[in-house]
């Protein structure tokens, strides 16, 4: 944690977010956080190496951005455009960024969301949201529950992929 700071959700209500919302605030804080501290000076050399076949970093902080802009676009009640359909088609594919771009992206998807969270009206949670071409069903709440989950599960794929490769890459072991 950052300089010894208990989690996200042990530091108290985050300013400006309904009381409802705050568990999805605080684990996207939490989930930006360990981003900044495990990918933020990650070597870019790394950045789409896949070791035993599994997803690569840049795969996970392009997702991470994606799914969260799609997600909350979904929550607004919004089919997407045409660019995030494109965005999604390049996810996992090497672009041309650096890493720091990537984790820049990732944590101005997460400062839009906050703000969208600000501006969510909790009696809305319950209301009926589709989910993609196929109009699945969802919520609200649905929604926005699933994004900060969704993340926190790559962050976590995301810090076990950098330690290995990491270690790795120094010589102490690791997946090929």
Do not use: C
Request: aromatic fraction near 4%; charge should be negative; glycine fraction near 8%.
């Amino acid at each position: 944690m950052a300089d010894n700071l208990p989690e996200f959700w042990l530091r108290g209500p985050v300013k400006d977010i309904p009381p409802l919302l705050q568990p999805v605030a605080h684990a996207l804080l939490q989930a930006l956080e360990e981003v900044k501290m495990s990918a933020g000076s990650f070597s870019p050399e790394l950045l789409w190496k896949r070791p035993a076949n599994i997803a690569s970093v840049g795969f996970h902080l392009q997702h991470i951005t994606g799914v969260l802009d799609r997600l909350t676009t979904y929550a607004l009640g919004k089919p997407l455009s045409d660019e995030q359909m494109l965005y999604l088609q390049v996810e996992g594919k090497e672009i041309g960024v650096s890493t720091e771009e990537l984790v820049h992206r990732v944590e101005q998807k997460v400062k839009e969301v906050l703000q969208q969270l600000q501006t969510t009206d909790e009696n809305s949670l319950t209301d009926r949201r589709i989910v993609g071409r196929k109009a699945l069903p969802s919520t609200v709440i649905g929604l926005l529950f699933h994004a900060a989950e969704h993340t926190m599960r790559h962050v976590g794929q995301l810090l076990v992929t950098v330690r290995v490769l990491q270690k790795a890459n120094r010589g102490e072991g690791g997946m090929d």
